[in-house]
């Protein structure tokens, strides 16, 4: 059975993307990133670490932190969310939707072709 990944908001993911660049990182150093590129205090960072970490989502062991879930897991979990949530589930109709209004290029079409060669095994 699959892990359930725990939701991450939008500032939690921008916070996430900074500990998966650079992680295993200590917390001060994560909290200089966190005011460079979020322009968050450090309490802001610190309340930030303690609810990933009651979530699962990351642990903090002298005072190093490193996620327990992958970026490709966390979009993964986002974009089913979005799926169900706004085209009941339906993988076509998002696909649809998606490329409406976007030119892919050859590539982007030989790589989500590849995907579904895979699926079709």
Request: with cysteine; net charge negative.
């Amino acid at each position: 059975m699959e892990m359930e990944i725990p939701k991450i908001f939008e500032s939690e993911y921008r916070f996430c993307e900074i500990l998966w660049e650079n992680e295993p990182i200590s917390g001060s150093e994560l909290v200089r990133l966190c005011n460079e590129k979020l322009e968050w205090k450090k309490s802001t960072t610190y309340t930030v670490i303690r609810r990933l970490s009651e979530r699962g989502i990351l642990k903090s062991e002298d005072a190093v932190v490193t996620s327990l879930v992958s970026k490709e897991d966390v979009q993964s979990a986002k974009s089913a969310e979005v799926v169900e949530r706004t085209f009941s589930g339906s993988l076509p109709s998002f696909i649809a939707a998606f490329t409406r209004k976007k030119n892919l290029s050859k590539q982007e079409i030989d790589e989500i072709q590849k995907i579904i060669d895979t699926y079709k095994g």
